[in-house]
């Protein structure tokens, strides 16, 4: 099993910074990509951001500009560093990744269980 511990979450005011961290943990053989989706209430989930391998990262719209995603491939652990923060960008973080548990190379992919960003005066 592969498990996936967000932290960083919290409340924040508009304009200002976090930073989301995502550990993954167990049988890991080797981690294809990482990265991160959010869901507002009453939206579906969406793409925030998302890396494979060396490739550059894919940004959904919402996040160009403002969030940047960085790998620990040694620590099998992912950051987002969320600036200039708006109510909108209000949602639970969700962190995930693609894992190959065996030598086999089949990958399958693992969510972790959300952490809460709330922006607001």
């Known amino acids: 099993q592969v498990q996936l511990v967000e932290s960083g979450g919290g409340l924040v005011q508009p304009g200002g910074s976090l930073r989301l961290s995502c550990a993954a943990s167990?049988?890991?053989?080797?981690?294809?990509?990482m990265g991160w989706y959010r869901q507002a209430p009453g939206k579906q989930r969406e793409l925030v951001v998302e890396?494979?391998?060396?490739?550059?990262?894919n940004y959904g719209d919402s996040a160009k500009g403002r969030f940047t995603i960085s790998r620990d491939n040694a620590k099998n652990t992912v950051y987002l560093q969320m600036n200039s923060l708006k109510p909108e960008d209000t949602a639970v973080y969700y962190c995930?990744?693609?894992?190959?548990?065996?030598?086999?190379?089949?990958?399958?992919?693992?969510w972790g269980q959300g952490t809460q960003v709330t922006v607001s005066s």
């Open positions: 890396v494979t391998g060396g490739s550059s990262p």
């Open positions: 167990g049988s890991i053989f080797s981690i294809n990509s």
């Open positions: 995930w990744a693609s894992v190959a548990t065996t030598a086999a190379g089949y990958t399958y992919g693992y």
